[in-house]
């Protein structure tokens, strides 16, 4: 049974166990964290700490991160997943267990601080190279989507209507303008410019995102930041996900439609293998 990390402790998942006044089960009233490690090695750990630490500043949880690399580690090691290739820690921290009520509980409520590991599998490279469906979704989310909250009903439905429309990935629209998955960034590749959504408060800031812009720029692709209308995106060249639990997954039908030709391009294609060999790399290197 795996173990895992629940308010200091570590335990095995079945003794594992919250409180039903517990405000994130009440409320929703907490974040979370996604942080993959590449052959054990936590993969931009300082990243999604500056992140989750922006998070906790916006919502007044107040929590000392310090020791959350080290725990991240531990349950790495723990879990006997430091030859995996790819393995992901999952880290939940809610505002505490306190009578309901929707302001904030009494002051000296301790945040609830919960964190598993789990190994993640890569698709094979033929599945990979077959590529991938999205479907559109209106984004009906809240207005601070860059605040990493537990509260996910909209990209539960959203991912949801993609499975049950026997494809992979949700694109959410607003006003005409195609924002992010359901649990990725989307970028699209029109007349050879990288293009996705800036990262304001419409869009999750996601590591991933930030990593494939470093690496198209180290490759010498044009790159721009900037709102991607839908129409443009069903005229695109390429379109491509990124996300920790994604890497780089190429679409190849958008409703139904192919996207350029139908095949995986180029551009996600180089991405991927960059982001492959950069993961890799710094597996090693750390
Ligand atoms: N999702 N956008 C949304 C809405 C997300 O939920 C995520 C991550 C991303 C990509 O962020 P990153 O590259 O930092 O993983 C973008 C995580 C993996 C999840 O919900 O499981």
Redesign the pocket.
Known sequence: MSRVYLNGEYLPKDGATISVDDRGFLLSDGLYE?TPAYRGRLFRMEQHMRRLQHGLAVLRIEYDLSGLPEMHDRLISDNGLEAEDVAIVYLQITRGVAQRTHHFPPAGTRPTVYAFAQAFHRPGEARWARGYEAITVPDRRWAR?DIKSIGLLP?VLAQQAAVDAGVEDALFVKDGVAL??????VFAVLDGVVTTHPATHA??H????EYVIELARAQGLPVEERPVLLDEMRGADEIFF????TEVRPTVRLDGEPVGNGKVGPVARALYEAFKEGTRAAAVAS
């Not at 992010?180 to 960034?185: A, I, K, L, P, R």
């Not at 996601?206 to 995102?209: L, N, P, Q």
């Not at 990124?242 to 639990?245: F, I, S, V, W």
């Open positions: 996604v989507v990209n992010e998955g359901s649990h990725n960034n869009i999750l996601g590591i991933s995102r990124t996300g920790t639990t």
